[in-house]
């Protein structure tokens, strides 16, 4: 199975600061990457899809970067409603694995 | 709005089997262009893929899942389901059921999740 390794696994970051969290595969994944966000005691939200693309609705502060086995989710401007844990899957191949997760936190 | 609702019992025993279903409205589960798939979370712990189904049988389960999986379709009633053989402790999570969109593949609804607690 794809291995994915995130970090770091946690951050603490203030309103306004510019947030990058990695994501690295075990192998090459292409561009088949996505990034999802969970707050807490929700369900996870999709954020962003093969590894670039915004999804409907999602703030354009979230962006996200990568190809072959290093990717990278940055949030431009942290916003209170931004804190949460978020993470990656790769949509390469079955089994579809999830990363460890990241939280970040309020400083 | 597409909604996705997991429901089923909330406590199950050790050694028997966990069922949940999902009930899919604002869209049909018969669509050609989507996958149906269950994910887990332990508590405090990271999320889990389980596996998938297409509308018209087609299954994909986790490897280490595999022998204790069935994920299956009900058209009729625009529902899925997961039936999860000899549980232990091990797993208690919470059971989301989400749609995969292909071409590009996504996880782009969720359900709300269910906790499910295995013990005696």
């Known amino acids: 199975a794809i291995q994915l390794t995130q970090s770091p696994s946690s951050l603490s970051a203030s309103v306004g600061d510019r947030v990058t969290i990695t994501c690295r595969a075990s192998?090459?994944?292409?561009?088949?990457l996505g990034w999802y966000q969970q707050k807490l005691g929700k369900a996870p939200k999709l954020l962003i899809y093969?590894?670039?693309n915004l999804q409907s609705g999602v703030p354009s502060r979230f962006s996200g970067s990568g190809s072959g086995t290093d990717f990278t989710l940055t949030i431009s401007s942290l916003q209170p409603e931004d804190f949460a844990t978020y993470y990656c899957?790769?949509?390469?191949?079955?089994?579809?694995?999830f990363g460890g997760g990241t939280k970040v936190e309020l400083k | 709005q597409l909604q996705l609702q997991e429901s089923g019992p909330g406590l199950v025993r050790p050694s028997e089997t966990l069922s949940l279903t999902c009930t899919v409205s604002?869209?049909?589960?018969?669509?050609?262009?989507?996958?149906w798939g269950w994910i887990r979370q332990p508590p405090g712990k990271g999320l889990e893929w389980i596996g998938n189904?297409?509308?018209?049988?087609?299954?994909y389960y986790n490897p280490s899942l595999k022998s204790r999986v069935t994920i299956s379709v009900d058209t009729s009633k625009n529902q899925f389901s997961l039936k999860l053989s000899s549980v232990t402790a091990a797993d208690t999570a919470v059971y989301y059921c989400?749609?995969?969109?292909?071409?590009?593949?996504?996880?782009?609804?969720w359900g709300q999740g269910a906790l499910v607690t295995v013990s005696a």
């Open positions: 989400a749609r995969r969109r292909l071409q590009p593949e996504r996880f782009d609804y």
């Open positions: 604002g869209a049909s589960i018969s669509s050609t262009g989507y996958h």
């Open positions: 189904i297409f509308y018209r049988g087609n299954t």
């Open positions: 192998q090459d994944i292409r561009n088949d």
């Open positions: 093969v590894a670039s």
């Open positions: 899957l790769q949509d390469y191949d079955y089994p579809l694995t």
